[in-house]
Nanobody, 121 residues
Framework: QVQLVESGGGLVQAGGSLRLSCAAS???????MGWFRQAPGKERAFVAA????????IYADSVKGRFTISRDNANNTVFLQMNSLKPEDTAVYYC???????????????WGQGTQVTVSS
């Protein structure tokens, strides 16, 4: 069983940065880890994901060049560095774990409770 806890969300002005963290209980080095987000009135959307050993990453087009996903397997933690934030990045951000690297949320087995990110214009 894997439990995920996100942190690092908050309120930031457009153009600013935030770094989200996802702490996992249990060893997750063999899981792909992903970040998803859900804005009010919208479906949950893929943001970024990283393979078990961190050798491969994938990003949604809307965040490429601005967000970076990374992981520290020794400490069972995944990060999402978010730069050049825009108001449209406002959402609840979720961390999730999957057997394989993918963009599809229904392939992720474990989910955190989410952390709110609000970007003001």
């Amino acid at each position: 069983q894997v439990q995920l806890v996100e942190s690092g969300g908050g309120l930031v002005q457009a153009g600013g940065s935030l770094r989200l963290s996802c702490a996992a209980s249990g060893r997750t080095f063999n899981f792909a880890m992903g970040w998803f987000r859900q804005a009010p009135g919208k479906e949950r959307a893929f943001v970024a994901a990283i393979s078990g050993w961190g050798g491969k990453t994938i990003y949604a087009d809307s965040v490429k060049g601005r967000f970076t996903i990374s992981r520290d397997n020794a400490n069972n933690t995944v990060f999402l560095q978010m730069n050049s934030l825009k108001p449209e990045d406002t959402a609840v951000y979720y961390c999730a774990a999957a057997r394989f690297l993918d963009e599809e949320s229904n392939l992720y087995d474990y989910w955190g409770q989410g952390t709110q990110v609000t970007v003001s214009s």
